[in-house]
């Protein structure tokens, strides 16, 4: 798939949306992402884990992990293009961890996802996780990248979308100048949704 068709696939679901939107942090953006919409779909789940199976099939992965809740999905649809293993890492008292039974043998290549990349914080808490495994860590995807390109992993790095999205002060945001209604996301109600 090529990043327009990822994309369109996202606009489509309502996963990505434009309008006036707050933020968790308080800032203010005109873009807002929810990849939750677009894996609700199966078929589109499996495309797009068939879409960053295709970066690794050369990568010999024997697993892939993502951290919950974001990457248990994507991690699941990718594991199943490459026909390995998927795992998913959760937080338990603020750590992250494998539990469930999940086991990792020293040596394994893993593959690492997670649907958004913002910060990289997950994603680097799931690779401190698994230094504790003697793996080799293949590299690192997500469905969108929406850093900016500000992220910098120690491992290889394909996301399927790169998408800057924009965050401003609200005495900064031009749409508070325009007066428009602001929504924040995770509430009940978000635009796009469909009845
Ligand atoms: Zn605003």
């Known amino acids: 798939m090529t990043e327009q068709e990822i994309k369109d696939m996202l606009i489509d679901s309502g996963a990505?949306?434009?309008g006036h939107f707050q933020l968790t942090s308080g800032l203010h953006a005109d873009r807002y992402i929810q990849c939750a919409r677009v894996l609700q779909y199966p078929a589109r789940a499996?495309?797009?884990g068939q879409a960053a199976a295709a970066d690794w099939q050369n990568s010999d992965i024997d697993a892939v992990i993502g951290p919950a809740l974001g990457g248990v999905v994507f991690s699941y649809v990718a594991a199943?293009?490459?026909g390995v293993r998927s795992l998913f890492s959760e937080r338990k008292e603020g750590e992250m961890q494998l539990r469930r039974g999940f086991e990792i043998q020293p040596g394994e290549s893993i593959?690492?996802?997670e649907?958004?990349?913002?910060?990289g914080g997950s994603v680097?808490?799931?690779l401190d996780l698994?230094?504790?495994?003697?793996?080799?860590?293949?590299g690192i995807t997500a469905i969108v990248d929406r850093s900016g390109g500000r992220v910098d992993f120690p491992f290889p790095f394909h996301p399927l979308l790169e998408l800057e999205i924009e965050a401003v002060e609200p005495e900064d945001c031009p749409q508070c100048d325009q007066g428009l209604e602001i929504y924040s996301p995770?509430?009940?109600?978000?635009p796009g949704q469909r009845s």
């Open 16 to 18: 990505l949306f434009e």
């Open 111 to 113: 593959l690492v996802v």
């Open 46 to 48: 499996e495309k797009l």
């Open 124 to 126: 680097q808490e799931v």
């Open 186 to 190: 995770g509430s009940k109600s978000t």
């Open 80 to 82: 199943a293009a490459l």
């Open 130 to 138: 698994l230094q504790d495994y003697e793996v080799e860590v293949a």
């Open 115 to 119: 649907d958004v990349v913002t910060t």
